[in-house]
Nanobody, 121 residues
Framework: VQLQASGGGLVQAGGSLRLSCAAS????????MGWFRQAPGKEREFVAG???????YYAVSVKGRFTISGDNAKNTVYLQMNSLKPEDTAVYYCAAKADSVSYYTYEYNFWGQGTLVTVSS
């Protein structure tokens, strides 16, 4: 299984970015996809997840600002990030696992290489 994350970059606070994660597995099968992020000196944390049925899950810190979605025809998952804040600066990773969404990194079997998001104040 391969996951390819892209779409990171430098943006000013209040701006938007859309991350993409292209998967070599069918996102419509019984898999869950998640986005995580890791800021310098911090542990990797859950950001958002989407189940095979399309149910969405969000960390409290991003709820209302970020939206996760999937395009099953393209086996791609997106993370639309709006109203970005400097504290959103991190390397963002997409991940995949079987069955349901989890908030825990150790439950994900497959990881993309990460894409850097930098939000300037």
């Amino acid at each position: 299984v391969q996951l390819q994350a892209s779409g990171g970059g430098l943006v000013q606070a209040g701006g938007s970015l859309r991350l993409s994660c292209a998967a070599s597995i069918r996102t419509s099968s019984s898999n869950a996809m998640g986005w995580f992020r890791q800021a310098p000196g911090k542990e990797r944390e859950f950001v958002a997840g989407i189940s095979w049925s399309g149910r969405q899950y969000y960390a409290v810190s991003v709820k209302g600002r970020f939206t996760i979605s999937g395009d099953n025809a393209k086996n791609t998952v997106y993370l639309q990030m709006n109203s970005l804040k400097p504290e959103d600066t991190a390397v963002y990773y997409c991940a995949a696992k079987a069955d349901s969404v989890s908030y825990y990194t150790y439950e994900y079997n497959f990881w993309g290489q990460g894409t850097l998001v930098t939000v300037s104040s």
